[in-house]
């Protein structure tokens, strides 16, 4: 296995989900597209983070090198998880859901290409061949599991409790 493969493979599901961004960006008012693309990435983007956090983030926490960026991610992760909620609480027809979505898809993007430019390059210096192995069996095997459990859970942002 090379030491490239578990970040290939998290570079794989962004990559798809900038391009699901894309497309609901193109989306107008309350379509079906656009109810079946935001249900599409949210899954997606919930079930990743949550293998991501079992798989890489787990393994990171252990080396005190990277615990700092480790805890960045993770909070970053859930910040993303609660604008999701709160998106999905809000009105898909309105300028307000739109507004939002620019904002949840800046985030998006920021912590993304945070992770592939600064924290996987980082990471791969601390990593031994047995937890790159470690980290990409779990992280198929949890995404499937959390993607069977997963769902759109609208929450207004004023309404999460922390």
Known sequence: MTSTDIFARLKEDHESHRKLLDQIEQTQGESEERKELF??????VKSHAAA???ALYSTMMRKPETTDE?????????????????????DMATGAWLTKFKQLKHDYLHHIDEEEDDHF???EQHLT????????????RRKQAEKADASVTPEKMEDAKE
Do not use: C, G, I
């Open 39 to 44: 249900e599409k990435f949210t899954l997606d």
């Open 121 to 123: 390059p980082d990471f």
């Open 70 to 90: 480790t805890r960045h991610s993770v909070a970053e992760h859930h910040e993303l998880d609660e604008m999701m909620n709160d998106l999905a609480a809000t």
């Open 129 to 140: 061949a047995q937890d790159e192995e470690h980290m990409r069996s779990v992280f198929d």
């Open 52 to 54: 991501e956090e079992q």
